[in-house]
């Protein structure tokens, strides 16, 4: 067991802000992670197609490369960094890599989500490593695979998009509209020009998916995980939800009973006083509830160039050590798909909002409608306000399954004197919550 | 690099509550284990004087003995776990056990405050683990020495005592003087019959310490520490706090600039609005500000039985596999302390409470002092209210130095007409702090 420093060649595929972040952290922090973790990981290639670009940070251009194959083939690069991302170069270069027995550190939450099992398999003695996929600077996969391995983990309640909390945050104090707001996002930086990945809900659904495979030790596809946006939420929900005591939050929700397996993402109703729903801004957030540590909460920036870098080295470290010893950590999930529950059991508390042509008797009507399909009410609230032709109407109600309430909302939205579409929201308690 | 499982030999020291749910957790959760880290960790041996006390669990009495030494020696122990806690035959068990090569696993914080450097120095191949040893269930110890290796860490700010949280958070809620919440704690279990380590701030010093060492890379003796606990925290005082926005905590401030290390445990004036002062009853947590992955957030159990016990589990998994690599982490700072910053530096907000004598001039005399120590005042509170003999005022400073505000303090304290002794703490904004 040496004490003697490791030195370990790295390749960067992709000189973007995270693969720019990354060479930036190495060059300068090399010191200090060689004192701290004993091994010295040195730049080798950062390959991209565009070399012209201004990154801001200092390099030595000999470093620099067009051709990511080649980068990936030479002798001296034993861990490959992938930040290229989506499934197509990306797939082809980390399988390349994985081949010629080198580590793969990727940020590339699609890749995983729905290449995971190959490349894993693929994987052989090299490893992949992907701390940085999820929740950016929160060293969250190596609580889940090391801190808490001790651990069955039943739930994870993640916030895992900075870009839908940020929105969602800012409608919230500024009372404006989506639209709104993420113009304003666009403007500054905070949403991308296509926001669709972020704000339809599928990039959480990617780090749910990869959640959710940690948690139950095997793969869960991309399409078992339940997937809303945050365009339908209206400041009039963020209103009634704060009188009630809740936040919207876009949230993953992953159960992971001894029956099976369900993983949804959509905007919930999370309690003020709880730490989940005091995350705001770009910070995500997740809580992972163990059957032996309790509740464990984490919080951080989940994107970035330094954060996702901080991640990202990181796993260079850990795959450079683990290089040294020889030993890798087994796969992080077996390849096949666990039990996924069907909706029938992903029964929660709803937020239930209509917009009533203001006459006597739809109340009723509503009421009857969401009675039949055996969902019970907790509470109604109609409040007095101006006589518009349609008024809001909100019904809270007691546990019932989210099939019976999709069925509901559907009947309601086609029933004569419903304005605008039903809006309906899970309430996540987040404590104490029975299974089932 | 073999997928093969690795079996390796455990011993535990101490079989009270937490090592009781160590073996507990070994016993129940031995195939997970073997599926998600590689290795499978065996019992061989539980070594208590007391073996008639009821623990709770089910455990081959074979497995059980008196003799510590012996349990140590054993050629089939290769982890041993020490929860004896102390720093008398806790020491002499860990120095053998190192000796022989062994790792040691322990969640003993004054062992490691105050013997750190010589355990580190014996501990050869074995490695010392410790991620039970601050902050129970969460993975805190990791995070910094693994997922954070990439960043300088400038400033750890902590609630790492449960007891002291949980009584601050009870003091609040129902209004109730400390004697009071403190003899509430000790009957349900909260608090120990002799509660001075916990109230007065030691085992949160403890913590602090190896926190601050990790942060900087130096063992920082726990003589460096100031000290304060919650005695002096009235009911009065979290009232005027809630008014302007704060909570009062005990708080571990960790300091780490290139000038030298700081680190002081004291209630601490914590901002409503962040997630730290959110932060309630038995939870611990850790704010981890980096230089590269910005703040992040740990939130826990910081004792118990399971909580603690899934830490050490954890660290059990890891010994193994490094052991299986034949390759170990470096230690996890050198033994020779930091430049440890004198008080001067350590510059802050402060909250100061007087009782002042209900006659003219007097809050005027009060100013002036506190004006002489080159204090300057942000904010002066004083209500009216029933005509007692002594009001309380409240005077909210800029940022001044801890030493000119305890000398301010000293003479308040003896000025005629200043009733019951000062209060003063640190008001933490915890964001944007500039480095002085």
């Given at each position: 067991?040496?004490?003697?420093?490791?030195?370990?060649?790295?390749?960067?595929?992709?000189?973007?802000?995270?693969?720019?972040?990354?060479?930036?952290?190495?060059?300068?922090?090399?010191?200090?992670?060689?004192?701290?973790?004993?091994?010295?990981?040195?730049?080798?290639?950062?390959?991209?197609?565009?070399?012209?670009?201004?990154?801001?940070?200092?390099?030595?251009?000999?470093?620099?490369?067009?051709?990511?194959?080649?980068?990936?083939?030479?002798?001296?690069?034993?861990?490959?960094?992938?930040?290229?991302?989506?499934?197509?170069?990306?797939?082809?270069?980390?399988?390349?890599?994985?081949?010629?027995?080198?580590?793969?550190?990727?940020?590339?939450?699609?890749?995983?989500?729905?290449?995971?099992?190959?490349?894993?398999?693929?994987?052989?003695?090299?490893?992949?490593?992907?701390?940085?996929?999820?929740?950016?600077?929160?060293?969250?996969?190596?609580?889940?695979?090391?801190?808490?391995?001790?651990?069955r983990?039943p739930r994870?309640?993640?916030?895992?998009?900075?870009?839908?909390?940020?929105?969602?945050?800012?409608?919230?104090?500024?009372?404006?509209?989506?639209?709104?707001?993420?113009?304003?996002?666009?403007?500054?930086?905070?949403?991308?020009?296509?926001?669709?990945?972020?704000?339809?809900?599928?990039?959480?659904?990617?780090?749910?998916?990869?959640?959710?495979?940690?948690?139950c030790?095997?793969?869960?596809?991309?399409?078992?995980?339940?997937?809303?946006?945050?365009?339908?939420?209206?400041?009039?929900?963020?209103?009634?939800?704060?009188?009630?005591?809740?936040?919207?939050?876009?949230?993953?929700?992953?159960r992971n009973d001894p029956g099976g397996v369900s993983?949804?993402?959509?905007?919930?109703?999370?309690?003020?006083?709880?730490?989940?729903?005091?995350?705001?801004?770009?910070?995500?957030?997740?809580?992972?509830?163990?059957?032996?540590?309790?509740?464990?909460?984490?919080?951080?920036?989940?994107?970035?160039?330094?954060?996702?870098?901080?991640?990202?080295?990181?796993?260079?470290?850990?795959?450079?050590?683990?290089?040294?010893?020889?030993?890798?950590?087994?796969?992080?999930?077996?390849?096949?798909?666990?039990k996924?529950r069907?909706?029938?059991y992903?029964?929660?508390?709803?937020?239930?909002?209509?917009?009533?042509?203001?006459?006597?008797?739809?109340?009723?009507?509503?009421?009857?409608?969401?009675?039949?399909?055996?969902?019970?009410?907790?509470?109604?609230?109609?409040?007095?306000?101006?006589?518009?032709?349609?008024?809001?109407?909100?019904?809270?109600?007691?546990?019932?399954?989210?099939?019976?309430?999709?069925?509901?909302?559907?009947?309601?939205?086609?029933?004569?004197?419903?304005?605008?579409?039903?809006?309906?929201?899970?309430?996540?308690?987040?404590?104490?919550?029975?299974a089932g």
């Amino acid at each position: 067991m040496a004490a003697d420093v490791h030195v370990v060649g790295v390749g960067i595929l992709g000189f973007g802000t995270v693969g720019a972040g990354v060479a930036d952290l190495l060059l300068r922090q090399g010191d200090l992670l060689a004192e701290r973790a004993g091994v010295r990981p040195v730049l080798r290639a950062v390959a991209d197609l565009d070399l012209a670009r201004p990154r801001g940070i200092r390099i030595d251009r000999g470093l620099l490369t067009t051709d990511a194959a080649a980068a990936v083939a030479r002798d001296d690069v034993e861990i490959v960094v992938e930040t290229i991302g989506g499934t197509g170069p990306a797939y082809e270069l980390t399988l390349a890599a994985l081949g010629r027995g080198k580590s793969v550190v990727t940020a590339n939450k699609a890749l995983l989500a729905e290449r995971g099992p190959e490349l894993f398999a693929a994987a052989r003695d090299g490893g992949v490593y992907f701390e940085a996929a999820v929740a950016g600077g929160i060293p969250i996969i190596r609580a889940l695979r090391q801190g808490l391995v001790a651990n069955r983990v039943p739930r994870i309640f993640g916030i895992l998009n900075g870009t839908c909390n940020y929105i969602l945050t800012r409608m919230e104090e500024e009372r404006a509209p989506f639209e709104t707001v993420l113009r304003e996002a666009q403007t500054s930086g905070y949403a991308e020009a296509d926001p669709t990945l972020d704000v339809d809900g599928h990039d959480t659904a990617h780090k749910a998916a990869i959640l959710a495979s940690l948690a139950c030790g095997r793969a869960v596809p991309l399409s078992a995980v339940g997937v809303e946006g945050i365009r339908d939420v209206s400041n009039l929900d963020l209103d009634y939800a704060r009188e009630l005591g809740y936040r919207i939050k876009l949230l993953a929700v992953i159960r992971n009973d001894p029956g099976g397996v369900s993983v949804h993402v959509g905007p919930c109703l999370v309690p003020q006083g709880h730490l989940l729903g005091q995350v705001r801004e770009v910070f995500n957030a997740v809580l992972v509830k163990c059957d032996a540590a309790g509740d464990t909460l984490y919080c951080g920036r989940g994107a970035g160039r330094y954060p996702t870098a901080s991640a990202i080295v990181g796993d260079i470290v850990e795959a450079a050590q683990r290089r040294a010893a020889g030993r890798s950590l087994p796969p992080p999930y077996l390849p096949d798909p666990p039990k996924i529950r069907a909706d029938a059991y992903d029964r929660a508390r709803w937020y239930l909002r209509l917009m009533l042509l203001d006459r006597p008797g739809m109340l009723a009507r509503a009421a009857e409608v969401i009675g039949r399909h055996d969902i019970s009410l907790a509470s109604v609230v109609q409040r007095e306000g101006p006589r518009e032709p349609h008024v809001p109407v909100l019904f809270l109600t007691h546990r019932a399954a989210y099939g019976a309430v999709r069925r509901a909302v559907r009947e309601l939205a086609r029933m004569e004197g419903v304005g605008a579409p039903p809006v309906c929201f899970r309430i996540e308690d987040l404590d104490g919550e029975p299974a089932g």
